[in-house]
């Protein structure tokens, strides 16, 4: 039977028992709650106890605001490290979180976890993620993690392996439908990426990012590449900084579109690449007029509180719709 949680204290106490399945019960303001501490990640697999996260966590729509942590160990986040079990995450939204972690081992940091779990139907709307000591950091994970139907537009900056959504993926863990936005992903060393930082293997599917990307071997989508992406989308909020894939010749973008078109009512665009967008009733995305598209359950747990875009950012000026009135660009990647 899952454990209800209705308090910011009651959230905390999850490190009691990193192996419970857990439910949010209602919406959670930490700086109201707590005056502003710090919380400390649930299951780190740190000694002396070596507890990782092994339970299931069901926010069942509601939001967790404010949250701040600082933790300085093997991983970072509201949960550290999934090793074996279930690790699940889903149907949460973190807003303004505040998380910086100092990692000592290739776990990483991420708003949600360091490593590890997998993770749907969540978001992280505004604040900021960062990591020290070069290893992976992502707005939701920071490592290996499988993440489906989400969204981030909170700043992520990392010395390394820095993506708006995850830090590193490994084989099969990929992200699928996920977006980030408004906010920001820097590096001040080595790979960043709109949605991963590091992408080793898999394929990342149906994905975009308007973000600014910054760093070294930086992509709107992948700032390092050793799988494929199919149909994801990206905005050059960067001018010159990032490429269309990433640092790698070898991936090119091989269509270029005007963005008004991704204001079609219909949004065609998307579909006109295989494999296709589904924006069909019960689908994965849902139009919305004047604005770029947005998950499916974004009607029920966010009803869009929010432009990702202005669109008069994003009026073509040029004749060939791919130069625009703020010196952006558009493109799809697909294989």
Not at 214 to 239: F, H, I, L, P
Not at 286 to 303: K, S, V
Not at 317 to 328: E, H
């Amino acid at each position: 039977m899952s454990i209800e949680i209705t308090t910011a204290g009651e959230l905390q106490a999850m490190s009691a028992d990193p192996t419970a399945d857990y439910v949010l019960a209602g919406d959670i303001d930490w700086n109201d709650a707590t005056g502003g501490g710090d919380f400390e990640p649930v299951g780190t697999f740190e000694p002396p106890l070596y507890q990782d996260w092994s339970g299931s966590f069901d926010g069942q729509g509601h939001t967790i605001s404010n949250l701040s942590i600082d933790h300085t160990g093997w991983a970072c986040g509201i949960f550290g490290y999934r090793l074996l079990g279930d690790g699940t995450i889903r149907n949460v939204g973190l807003i303004d979180p505040m998380v910086v972690g100092n990692t000592n081992t290739l776990a990483g940091t991420g708003a949600l976890i360091g490593f590890g779990s997998t993770i749907a139907n969540c978001f992280v709307r505004g604040g900021s993620v960062q990591g020290v000591g070069g290893f992976p950091v992502g707005g939701l994970a920071g490592e290996a993690t499988t993440i489906t139907d989400c969204y981030c537009t909170a700043n992520v900056t990392g010395d390394n392996d820095s993506g708006g959504i995850v830090g590193k993926n490994s084989g099969s863990n990929y992200p699928q439908r996920c977006y980030t936005a408004k906010g920001s992903v820097e590096t001040s060393g080595t790979n960043a990426g709109g949605i991963i930082g590091f992408q080793n293997g898999g394929t990342t599917k149906h994905c975009f990012s308007t973000a600014t990307v910054n760093g070294a071997a930086a992509g709107y989508v992948s700032g390092k590449e050793a799988g494929d992406a199919d149909n994801c989308w990206w905005v050059d909020q960067t001018g010159d900084d990032a490429t269309a894939g990433n640092a790698d010749p070898g991936r090119t973008h091989n269509e270029e579109t005007e963005l008004s078109a991704l204001y079609t009512p219909d949004h065609a665009v998307y579909a006109a690449v295989s494999p296709a967008w589904d924006f069909a009733e019960g689908g994965d995305w849902q139009e919305i007029a004047g604005d770029f598209p947005r998950l499916a359950w974004e009607t029920i747990l966010a009803p869009v509180p929010y432009h990702l875009a202005a669109a008069e950012t994003f009026l073509a000026t040029a004749a060939g719709g791919q130069t625009f009135n703020s010196g952006q660009t558009a493109g799809i990647i697909d294989g």
